[in-house]
């Protein structure tokens, strides 16, 4: 029956891939010269997708922090108070919801692909290291950056009406260092996917020699 057939056959081409003899099996951990049987839950059709979205989150996430950046430095660099009125103003409106709605798909998809992949959530430094950079950076923009929005708005009023400015102004530089360092960071260790794996904490004792052996399946 033509429906069974393809049943197994798509049950075929999973284990295929979890068994790693598909054509992604040179990314996958080796054990004794063979690729380790992994126990991801994911087709590679799915991770893909959780992929696109991750990477598209993230970018997204990265583009917005590079338009603060800008917002903030308009203040520096253009000569009109109305620009520079306007500059904060949209700072304050639009930007931090954006931010944080690109940084919470980020996580979410970064903790799906995690425990439906290889890579687990705290088997690889990497991984864990983005997630405790993505967690701190969702906590930043809630506690640190979300508050200072109504004063970059009176800012942009007062500046606008070419009033002197009352506030300082000058807190608004370090949210977009501090975020575009640590996604820059988060981007480089997604890539090389350096320090291998974590050590098993419940004996305290590094992994076996086998399992030492496949800590980096780099590029
Ligand atoms: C902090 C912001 C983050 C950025 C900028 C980021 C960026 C990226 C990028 C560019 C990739 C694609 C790498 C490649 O295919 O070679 C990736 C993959 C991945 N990310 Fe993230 N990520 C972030 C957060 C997270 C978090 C919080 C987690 C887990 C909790 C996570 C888990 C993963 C995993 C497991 C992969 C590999 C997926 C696979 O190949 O199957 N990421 N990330």
């Not at 990314?27 to 991770?47: F, I, S, V």
């Not at 304050?92 to 439906?116: D, E, N």
């Not at 800012?155 to 000058?170: H, K, L, S």
């Amino acid at each position: 029956m033509p429906h069974r057939a393809g049943r197994h056959i798509r049950a075929g081409a999973y284990l295929a891939y979890v068994g790693g003899r598909s054509t992604g099996a040179a990314r996958r951990p080796m054990t004794r010269g063979r690729p380790a049987r992994m126990l991801t839950a994911m087709r590679p059709k799915t991770r893909k997708l959780w992929l696109v979205l991750h990477v598209l989150s993230s970018s997204a996430w990265i583009g917005i922090d590079v338009l603060v950046a800008v917002l903030v430095a308009v203040r520096l660099l253009a000569g009109s108070p109305a620009r520079r009125g306007l500059a904060y103003q949209a700072l304050g409106t639009f930007v931090w919801w954006p931010m944080l709605t690109s940084a919470l798909i980020c996580l979410v998809t970064g903790l799906v692909l995690g425990w439906g992949t290889k890579w687990g959530l705290i088997r690889y430094w990497w991984v864990l290291v983005k997630l405790v950079l993505n967690v701190i950076l969702c906590t930043l923009i809630l506690l640190a950056l979300r508050p200072t929005m109504p004063a970059a708005i009176a800012y942009g009023v007062t500046v606008a009406a070419g009033e002197p400015a009352t506030i300082d102004a000058n807190g608004l530089f370090m949210p977009p260092i501090v975020s575009l360092t640590a996604l820059s960071l988060a981007t480089v260790l997604s890539v090389y996917k350096p320090w291998g794996r974590i050590r098993r904490a419940r004996t305290g004792l590094a992994a076996p020699r086998s399992r030492r052996r496949d800590a980096l399946p780099r590029g």
